[in-house]
């Protein structure tokens, strides 16, 4: 089969719908952060595969490499705060009942 | 004169960043981080406006290609760091004021605030996707450990997680709809994006993907209903000061980018008219964020909870600008940044009034506490009294010439948008009830017996906030002429 | 053929019925008394501790944040090296402010306690 532009396209929204599905349907905190990592990187596979196709410049591939950076800091503020979440509650679960609800 | 000097305001917070992390890690009195802080940003504030006084005489022709590719160095991005600036300053003194107070006090919450707003005014400056998206996390990663910052209490940690999961998420789609657009224009800055698709060159189902995608991830950071959700809580969970500073800076950033993007990128005929495009999505989202804001800003006991929902429903007036921009540009965009900058010092002002009244171990943060504290307290409650009737919209103040604006661009856009200013004038009179109530709870009620009663905090800093935000109140009331010529000179460059 | 191999199989019944007939003889006619001593898994070692799944403590997550955000910067440093030459000294000069820049995050990192282990 030959690989086209379609179907990274599809890969990546596919990865994209897993990502969204997880983070919609989870209610660990740990397996949510990691669900939009998996939308984060699917969006990187979509600029990498596209940037294939602007053989002119790099900025698909530079605008990955930010992304990943960004990724990482923010995996270390939501690794930060569910620390917190621990400490208070014993528990990673962001449904509990809670001070917030009326 | 240099394009250096409209670079300056960005290298001094990134660079006095560091030099405040350093100060906070070496010396040990921390008195001065809140006086460094505030300096460091209304110095970087005041050489923005400078620039904006200056621009004209500024050689922006022989800039490098390093500095222009990415960020703009524009009136509108300027406006925007001197709002940005103006606010994150007097909130990092508000924070001066409230965290020694309730015992809070960590050189941290400085460092977040100097940073976060670097990342709000990088996203004033975005002229490319990826700047953009380094802005938006900047600023939101900065928001979010200033959510989490009393990390002992339930409500904190709860909001955190509320705001940092809902905003990550609304990241990751803006994210896709960036890439989408990338794929199918192969361009990342926005004014070649908006040429493919000005030209044709650009799959038009991908583009209206993206478009979608993208005016969704905005809607969450500006908190637009229905991706709202988050706002209450966050608002409500955050120390006093972080709340002010996500009400403003955040708030206005975020509509920084939401305009440029909209008018450079989907600025062409198929994509903006009044039955296609984004102005009917983003009429929809004003129309039931102004309804629904208000409406639920009503039924709430806390007052800091209602200021929540205030500010979700002055998203939806702004929001109302911004959709009459796709016709009267001009006059439109210049409403937007009225307003954001009327409710900038409105918003401070009124929290900064609730903060005032809140001293060690009594925060204040539902009507009961307020109860009768504006008869014991007169000239404490006076900037609460002045904040509220700017939020309001009452004359001779800063919001209400903010709200007449912004109304009056819907109208000028005429067909089809007159509908927008009239739920509008009607849901801000709706707002008048719930704004009308911290007034006659401070002054016509008395506390319950047994009820503990609010005594002001003794701060200077406090005090000098009030000063500052409520002399502009009330000079953007009196006198709006040259703040809404400012604001005219930045919009300037979207006449098309 | 099989005959040659009829001793073996011989053999392994032979040991497996003395293995079964001991083993059913024990349980038949030796004395049973249980006791806490004969329960533990290992009655001359020292005593087991704690749950099967043991909890990692806090602290490591500290360690892992820490790593994360100092261990991806080094995705610019792979394009800045692969590309040196052509980069020249505008790039040597911003890699370096880069990484001055870091350098300071690590020292107010340092000096915050964040790098200590007991706290």
């Not at chain 2, 796709?326 to 439109?332: K, L, M, P, S």
């Not at chain 3, 038949?28 to 290992?42: C, F, Q, R, S, V």
């Amino acid at each position: 089969m030959d690989v086209g532009i379609g179907e990274y396209l599809a890969l990546a929204s596919i990865l994209f719908g897993i990502g969204a599905m997880g983070f919609l349907t989870r209610r660990n905190f740990l397996i949510q952060l990691m669900s939009i990592e998996v939308m984060l990187n699917s969006v990187n596979v979509m600029l990498v595969a596209f940037n294939r196709y602007q053989p002119s410049n790099h900025d698909g591939q530079v605008f990955a490499f930010f992304v990943i950076a960004i990724a990482a800091a923010e995996a270390a503020v939501g690794l930060a705060i569910v620390i917190s979440l621990f400490r208070l509650q014993k528990s990673v679960e962001t449904d509990l009942p809670s001070a917030l609800k009326h | 004169m240099s394009v250096w000097m409209l670079v300056s305001p960005l290298l001094m917070l990134g660079l006095g960043g560091l030099l405040v992390m350093l100060v906070d890690a070496f010396v040990d009195e921390k008195a001065e981080l809140p006086i460094l802080t505030a300096i460091l940003l209304a110095v970087a504030g005041g050489v923005a406006a400078a620039g904006i006084v200056n621009y004209d005489n500024v050689a922006l022709a022989g800039a490098p290609e390093y500095l222009t590719r990415y960020l703009a160095f524009d009136r509108f991005a300027l406006f925007f760091d001197v709002v940005v600036c103006g606010g994150a300053a007097l909130s990092a003194l508000l924070a001066g004021g409230y965290l020694r107070e309730h015992d809070l006090e960590r050189g941290e919450f400085y460092i977040l605030i100097i940073y976060a707003a670097l990342g709000a005014m990088v996203l004033g400056h975005a002229i490319d996707l990826l700047t953009i998206f380094i802005g938006l996390e900047t600023m939101s990663l900065g928001a979010y450990a200033m959510v989490a910052f009393r990390r002992t209490s339930a409500r904190a940690v709860e909001g955190a997680v509320k705001y940092f999961l809902l905003g990550s998420f609304a990241a990751a789609i803006l994210l896709f709809g960036s890439a989408l657009l990338y794929g199918a224009t192969g361009h990342t800055d926005l004014a070649g994006i908006g040429e493919a698709i000005e030209g044709g060159n650009a799959s038009i189902k991908l583009v209206l993907m993206a478009m979608f995608m993208m005016i969704v991830g905005l809607a969450f950071k500006v908190s637009a209903v229905p991706f709202h959700m988050w706002t209450p809580d966050a608002y409500e969970g955050a120390v006093t000061p972080a709340t002010t500073f996500m009400s403003v800076a955040v708030k206005s950033a975020a509509f920084a980018v939401m305009v440029r993007v909209l008018l450079t990128v989907f600025g062409d005929d198929l994509s903006a008219s009044a039955a296609s495009g984004w102005p009917p999505v983003i009429a929809g989202l004003a129309a039931i964020t102004m309804v629904y804001g208000n409406l639920a800003a009503i039924g709430q006991s806390s007052v800091k909870r209602m200021l929540a929902y205030s500010s979700v429903a002055h998203a939806g007036y702004a929001m109302v600008g911004v959709v009459a921009a796709f016709r009267v540009e001009e006059i439109a965009v210049s409403s937007v940044l009225f307003y954001l900058m009327a409710y900038t010092v409105g918003n401070v002002l009124t929290f900064g009034a609730l903060i005032w009244f809140g001293s060690n171990g009594r925060e204040a943060v539902s009507y009961e506490d307020l109860a009768g504290a504006g008869r014991r307290h007169p000239l404490v409650a006076l900037p609460f009294v002045i904040g509220v009737l700017t939020l309001m919209g009452f004359p001779p103040t800063a919001g209400f010439f903010a709200k007449y604006y912004v109304f009056n661009a819907a109208v000028q856009a005429g067909g089809g948008m007159i509908w927008l200013a009239i739920i509008g004038v009607l849901s801000s009179a709706v707002g008048a009830y719930y704004y009308l109530r911290v007034i006659v709870f401070l002054f016509m009620k008395e506390p319950q017996p047994g009820a503990p009663i609010a005594i002001p905090m003794r701060s200077g800093y406090v005090a000098f906030v009030m000063i500052i935000a409520g002399y502009f109140v009330m000079k953007m009331g009196i006198t709006p002429g040259p703040y809404l010529d400012l604001a005219m000179s930045a919009a300037e460059q979207f006449v098309s | 053929m099989f005959a040659e191999y009829l001793p073996v199989f011989l053999l392994l019944l032979v040991a497996v019925g003395v293995a079964i007939f001991m083993f059913t003889m024990a349980s038949l006619a030796g004395p049973k008394n249980m006791t806490p001593e004969k329960a533990i898994p290992y009655e001359a070692g020292s005593n087991t501790t704690g749950a099967r799944h043991i909890r990692l403590s806090i602290k490591f997550y500290l360690t892992a944040i820490l790593f994360v955000v100092f261990d991806i910067e080094a995705v610019f440093l792979y394009p800045w090296a692969a590309m040196f030459r052509r980069l020249g000294w505008q790039g040597l000069i911003e890699m370096v402010l880069f990484l001055a820049v870091l350098g300071v995050t690590l020292v107010y990192a340092w000096r915050k306690g964040a790098l200590e282990w007991e706290k």
